[in-house]
């Protein structure tokens, strides 16, 4: 009983820690930004790629970064 206890505490204890995780990793270094650019130049919009030359970064972040920083409004 103690287990299951203990498995919903971090669940809940979690789950805060992973949203605020996943804000921060929405803010980008400038050595990011300058990968990002640079590879999206030379590959386009293929953020599996891009987010494979950058650790920590999924394809889904910088797909977001690009959109909320580059994008045209149409």
Avoid: C, H
Avoid at 7 to 30: G, I
Avoid at 41 to 46: A, D, H, I, P, Y
Wanted: proline share 3%; hydrophobic share 30%.
């Amino acid at each position: 009983m103690a287990d299951t206890e203990s498995s919903t505490n971090n669940v809940s204890a979690d789950s805060p820690d992973q949203q605020s995780s996943q804000d921060s990793k929405l803010e980008f270094s400038a050595d990011e930004e300058i990968l990002i650019t640079m590879v999206y130049n030379l590959v386009g919009e293929r953020w599996s790629l891009i987010a494979g030359r950058i650790p920590g970064r999924t394809a889904e972040e910088i797909e977001k970064y690009w959109n909320s920083r580059y994008s045209t409004g149409e």
